[in-house]
Nanobody, 122 residues
């Protein structure tokens, strides 16, 4: 069992930046691919970004490509989502996910965090 705890959400003006963190409670962090999803009010959860188990490969949704950066620190069992040039439509609850194989963009991953709210004011 892996527990994921997100942090770093908050209120920011459009054009601003935030960095989300997700820390995993596992001794085998390097065995998990990690990712970020988000869910806006009234919408389904959607894929945002993913990073492979060793961190050599990253994937992004088209809507965030060039603005968001996912990274991982194995010494801290933590992944990050650096969000720049934020837009109103980035407002959502952001969830961290972990999977022993690879992050499935359809959301069917092994473990999930509780989420952290990101609100972008226009």
């Amino acid at each position: 069992q892996v527990q994921l705890v997100e942090s770093g959400g908050g209120l920011v003006q459009a054009g601003g930046s935030l960095r989300l963190s997700c820390t995993a409670s596992t001794r085998t962090f390097s065995r998990y691919a990690m990712g970020w999803f988000r869910q806006a009010p009234g919408k389904e959860r959607e894929f945002v970004a993913a990073i492979s188990r060793i961190g050599g490969s990253t994937t992004y949704a088209d809507s965030v490509k060039g603005r968001f950066t996912i990274s991982r620190d194995g010494t801290k069992n933590t992944i990050y989502l650096q969000m720049d040039s934020l837009k109103f439509e980035d407002t959502a609850v952001y969830y961290c996910a972990a999977d022993q194989l690879s992050i499935r963009t359809n959301g069917r991953n092994d473990y999930w965090g509780q989420g952290t709210q990101v609100t972008v004011s226009s």
